[in-house]
């Protein structure tokens, strides 16, 4: 997956020996909108990827050191309104009932020159 998104050689071989710690951290801001803040450090100390999610839908760009330019969208959505049939399967009672958080992904064509995109659904505690 990561050559088809244009990483090379040598990092695919650093990412598969490295062990990636996350620090995630899932917040409301002062205005009730919810927020996932991650932040990616690799084996030795090594700052890697931080991501700034804001789950309100809508498309934000930034640049990052591995994937390049991206554009990117969060929010949390009910799993009877996923797109995809195989992300709408083997959930758990929690979270169909606080719904899932979805985020997509897509290359910023004219400035990586690379085409892709990913969708992810997964569960988050609901905050209170």
Do not use: C
């Not at 650093?14 to 803040?37: F, K, Q």
């Not at 195989?86 to 958080?101: G, N, P, R």
């Not at 985020?103 to 990913?118: F, I, L, N, Q, R």
Request: without cysteine.
């Amino acid at each position: 997956m990561l050559e088809l998104q244009g990483i090379s050689w040598m990092t695919r071989k650093i990412i598969a020996v490295a062990t990636i710690t996350l620090d995630i951290r899932h917040y409301r801001d002062d205005n009730a909108m919810e927020h996932i803040d991650i932040d990616q450090t690799l084996t030795g100390g090594i700052s890697g990827t931080s991501e700034r999610r804001i789950l309100d839908w809508t498309m934000r760009s930034r640049e990052d050191h591995i994937f390049g330019a991206v554009l990117g969208k969060s929010r949390r959505i009910k799993i009877e309104d996923i797109d995809e049939p195989y992300l709408k399967k083997d959930w758990s009672l929690d979270t169909i009932e606080h719904h899932a958080v979805q985020a997509y992904v897509e290359s910023d064509t004219p400035k990586s020159k690379t085409t892709w995109t990913v969708t992810q659904v997964k569960f988050l505690a609901n905050l209170p």
